[in-house]
């Protein structure tokens, strides 16, 4: 027998109905917020992500599922979704075509992890990026969609944490006060500290090593080192953040595992979810889409993890039309007239199913028990001359005949009681 390989996962009925759930609200949130879905292929250029993600981070440096295809060529499963994304709208020149390019996209990503628990080698996300825009409205807008999405999810006891990491001109000093402060700690840092300090000092916030954290703790923070634009930027994204009432709590550890981050990072986190507690995480990019060869525009986006999201959705999300309604037949007769009123059960809208295979009506309401079936309809010789059907309600037992044309009006009226 073949296995699913290690760190991957088939997401089965009984679960798969909240996905569908959880994909359908993030389609409507998205399309309302004026997003256009754009589906790119899973597999791109290796070059794209070392360029785009960055050559210093993780995901480049260690988790890539990259290979060399039999025509000789480096290509990658996209680890995250932004590179993608910012190629597309490059090489379709989305910026004509849409005005202010906001697009969204959901699929599969892929890192080499180690596998533990909530954490897998294919993963899924939902991507929102929007392009063009420096106002900081737009950022207060990006956050306020991805606030949005987890109040129609439902989710209870989330919180939105922001942070600004400055640009391109104040993240020098910022580099230099951080390397400064921590002078002669440096050298007890981690192994992943000390690699960082050296590449991009600002990641070394990331660091969850305890023995590490009363040095971090000490450290500078960048919104005290913002040069003057940066600063205004913020202070408006907190402003408009509070006219649209959406509670935040500024983060000064907030600075997101890439290198492509400028000015606003945020993140939403559940506390029902433990350590691995963020939902959703995003920021401005302002250098990405030059850095991959396109014009000096700026951009805004965030990557939700929808695994986080199916985890932290309320028990009884995306449970399915609450009627299924099997049609039990005897006799040949019966069943071909049950073969067509199950047809125009499911062309009415609801969830029917019908025995195949002709057995006794023991088998066929043991099978109606199986499905969860809340209502039987019985066709039997008696019901046939008459024109009626028998319906029980397997909730309750109770079952009494009905005229075959009344059928579709009893059970929308069920359907509008459950
Ligand atoms: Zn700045
Ligand atoms: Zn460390």
Known sequence: MISAIRGTRDILPGEVERWQHLEAIARQVCERYGCAEVRTPVIEREELFEKGTGQATDIVQKEMYSFTDKGGERVTLRPEATPSLVRAYLEHNLEQAMGVPKIYSIGPMFRYERPQKGRYRQFHQLDVEVFGIKDPMVDADVID????????????????????????????????????????????????????????PLRI?????????????????????????????????????????????????????????????????ASSLGAQNALLGGGRYDGLVKELGGPDRVGIGFAAGLERLVLAMPEDAGVPTPLVVFVAAMGDAARDVALVLVRDLRRAGFRAEIDYEGRSIKAQFKRADRLGATHVLVLGDAELADGTVTIKDMRTGQQAPVRRQEVFALLKEAEGAA
């Open 205 to 269: 916030f990331d660091c969850k090593v305890p023995a590490d954290q009363p040095i971090i703790d000490a450290l500078p923070h960048s919104a005290d080192y913002l040069c003057e634009e940066c600063r205004t930027h913020f202070d408006a994204v907190r402003r408009h953040l509070q006219t649209l009432n959406i509670p935040f709590r500024p983060s000064h550890r907030l600075v997101r595992g890439l290198d492509y981050y400028t000015r606003t990072t945020f993140e939403i986190l």
């Open 145 to 200: 969609l991805a606030w949005r999405l987890v109040q129609e999810l439902g989710i209870q006891g989330v919180e939105l944490i922001i942070n600004s990491v400055g640009c391109r001109r104040c993240r020098p000093v910022f580099n230099a006060a951080l390397l400064a402060a921590l002078g002669d700690d440096l050298p007890r840092l981690c192994a992943d500290c000390q690699r960082r300090a050296a590449t991009n």
